[in-house]
C-alpha cells in the first residue's frame, strides 16, 4: 500500500453541496455557497472581509494590484518558497527583492529586511513556510517605519495562530490557496482576507473584469477574471465545516512524527516561536550530518518501501527567472536537507509508525 505525501479528505457535505449547484444549474461564479464560503472563511480568520478567487496565485496577484504595485516598485520576498510569491511581482512588472531565511524557522529572516529596503520599495510578502508563522510583531513594526504593506502569502497556513491572531489577519492583506494538497480545498481556489474596505472593493473590482457593481458594462481599468465558481466555493464551504477537526488532526499527525523520532539521531524539525501555535501543512524533518543519508538517499529508500516524500523548495535565487549571484547559504543548506514527509487527514498512526521506523532504519 502506497503512502501519498497528500490526500483531500473529502468525506463531508461536500458532494451533498456540488450536487446541489448541478441540480439547481447555479455553476458559475453567481450562486449562494461562494457567499457563504467567503462569510465563514471571513469569520474563521477574524477579518473585516474575505472574498474567493481562482487559485492562491491569483490572491497574490489581486493583492499587488490592489496596493497600486506597478513598474519601478520593489517587493520583498523571501528566497525560500513556492515559485508563485515571486512570480506575481513580475505579473506586475515591479522587481521582487529576495531575502535570506531564517535557519529554524524556514520563515523570512527579519533581521536581514531593513538592508534590502530602498526608496522604491512599497510591500513585503511573508510566506508562512509549512504552517509556521513569520516573526510578524518584527514585521509589522518594519513595514510602519518604513511605510510598507504586507501582504501574507498563508496559502500554507490556514488555521495558524500567532498572538491569538489567525494567518490572514496579521498583516494588510491575507492570501490563501486550495489547491488539492493544501490543508483547505476546492480542487483550484484562492481567498484574500483584510479589514480594510477600500482595499477590498479593488480586488472585488480587479477579479470581476475590473467592472464596477452598478455600472454596468462600464470599466475604469483593466481587469481579469480571478472569479471562483459555485462548485469550488460549494466544496470550500463543505471543508470549513470541519475546519477546526482538520486543523486538529494534522496537529495529532504532528506529534506522531515527533514522538516517533525523537530519539533519532541527526533528525530535527522546524522551529516554533514562543507566542505561535502552528496549523501543520506538511511535516518537514531537517537532516543534519549525523544522519548518515543524504535527503535524496533516504526520499529513494522510503519510495522503494512504497512512501512518499518531497523536497523543500529550491531556493529561488538559483533558478533563472529570479537568479541573483547574491549568496543564500541558509536557503541553500536548508534545501539540501529538507525533506516534506506524508500529512494528511486520513494518514493513521500506524502509517506514522511505519514511517518513522523506515526512517530510523534506513541507517542502519
Ligand atoms: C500553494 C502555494 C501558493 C498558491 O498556489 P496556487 O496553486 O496558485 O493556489 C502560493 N504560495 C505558496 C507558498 C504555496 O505553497
Redesign the pocket.
Known amino acids: 500500500m502506497f503512502i501519498p505525501i497528500a490526500k483531500p479528505n473529502l468525506s463531508g457535505n461536500e458532494l451533498k453541496y456540488v450536487t446541489e449547484c448541478i441540480n439547481t444549474g447555479w455553476i458559475s461564479s453567481n450562486g449562494k455557497f461562494v457567499t457563504e464560503f467567503e462569510e465563514k472563511f471571513a469569520h474563521f480568520c477574524n477579518t473585516k472581509y474575505a472574498t474567493s478567487t481562482t487559485?492562491?496565485?491569483?490572491?497574490?496577484h489581486l493583492a499587488l494590484l490592489a496596493l497600486d504595485i506597478k513598474e519601478g516598485d520593489e517587493v520583498i520576498v523571501p528566497n525560500m518558497?513556492?515559485a508563485?510569491?515571486a512570480n506575481v511581482v513580475k505579473y506586475c512588472n515591479a522587481k521582487e527583492v529576495l531575502v535570506e531565511v531564517n535557519k529554524d524557522t524556514f520563515n523570512i529572516d527579519t533581521n536581514k529586511i531593513e538592508e534590502k529596503i530602498t526608496s522604491k520599495t512599497k510591500a513585503i510578502i511573508v510566506?508562512h513556510?509549512y504552517g509556521f508563522i513569520c516573526d510578524m510583531e518584527k514585521i509589522m513594526s518594519l513595514a510602519k517605519k518604513h511605510n510598507l504593506y504586507v501582504i501574507e502569502?498563508a496559502?500554507?497556513s490556514f488555521g495558524s495562530v500567532y498572538d491569538k491572531k489567525k494567518a490572514g489577519s496579521l498583516g494588510h492583506i491575507g492570501?490563501f490557496?486550495?489547491?488539492g494538497?493544501?490543508t483547505l480545498t476546492t480542487g483550484?481556489?484562492?481567498m484574500c482576507t483584510t479589514n480594510d474596505k477600500n482595499i477590498y472593493e479593488k480586488i472585488k473590482i480587479f477579479k470581476n473584469h475590473g467592472m464596477t457593481h452598478g455600472k454596468g458594462y462600464w470599466h475604469d481599468i483593466v481587469g481579469y477574471n480571478y472569479r471562483m465558481t459555485n462548485l469550488q466555493a460549494a466544496v470550500g464551504l463543505a471543508q470549513m465545516e470541519k475546519a477546526d477537526e482538520i486543523i486538529r488532526k494534522r496537529d495529532q499527525i504532528a506529534n506522531w512524527y515527533k514522538r516517533e523520532l525523537k530519539d533519532t539521531n541527526g533528525i530535527k524539525f522546524q522551529q516554533k516561536q514562543e507566542n505561535e501555535e502552528p496549523s501543520y501543512?506538511m511535516i518537514c524533518i531537517l537532516l543534519d550530518k549525523d544522519f548518515k543519508l543524504s535527503v535524496e538517499e533516504l526520499a529513494n529508500y522510503l519510495k522503494e518501501n512504497d512512501v512518499d516524500s518531497r523536497r523543500g523548495?529550491i531556493p529561488l535565487n538559483e533558478m533563472p527567472p529570479y537568479f541573483s549571484k547574491e549568496e543564500f547559504l541558509v536557503s541553500r543548506d536548508l534545501y539540501n536537507r529538507q525533506l516534506i514527509l506524508p500529512t494528511y487527514f486520513d494518514l493513521k498512526e500506524e502509517e506514522v509508525i511505519k514511517i518513522c521506523n523506515l526512517i530510523k532504519n534506513a541507517t542502519k
Open positions: 487559485s492562491g496565485t491569483s490572491a497574490l518558497t513556492f508563485t510569491t510566506v513556510l502569502d496559502a500554507e492570501c490557496s486550495f489547491f494538497n493544501k483550484e481556489g484562492g501543512w523548495f
